[in-house]
């Protein structure tokens, strides 16, 4: 079992910064794939970036590449998400999620845990 705690989201004027953390609890924390998920109000729960179990493989959807970062830590099991040139359009509930390694990475059924949640604002 792995527990998933979010932190790091706020309210920023578009073209600022912010980094998302994700703890996790549990042993097998490095086995994981670990990924981050965004919600806007109204809409679907969509990929953002995927990180593999070793920190050497990313993946980005088209609109944050350049812009945000995904990395983690394995001894502090956290997973980061820097996020930098915010634009209002990025406004969204931000979700962290631990799977497999199998399975395409963009598809929500292919991880197994998931955080609550924390809220990103940017302003216009």
């Known amino acids: 079992q792995v527990q998933l705690v979010e932190s790091g989201g706020g309210l920023v004027q578009a073209g600022g910064s912010l980094r998302l953390s994700c703890t996790a609890s549990g042993r097998t924390f490095s086995s994981y794939a670990l990924g981050w998920f965004r919600q806007a109000p109204g809409k679907e729960r969509d990929f953002v970036a995927q990180?593999?179990?070793?920190?050497?493989?990313?993946y980005y959807v088209d609109s944050v590449k350049g812009r945000f970062t995904i990395s983690r830590d394995n001894v502090k099991n956290t997973v980061y998400l820097s996020m930098n040139s915010l634009k209002p359009e990025d406004t969204a509930v931000y979700y962290c999620?631990?799977?497999?390694?199998?399975?395409?990475?963009?598809?929500?059924?292919?991880?197994?845990?998931w955080g609550q949640g924390t809220q990103v604002t940017v302003s216009s």
């Open positions: 999620a631990a799977g497999g390694t199998g399975g395409d990475y963009r598809l929500k059924s292919t991880y197994t845990y």
């Open positions: 990180i593999n179990w070793s920190g050497g493989m990313t």
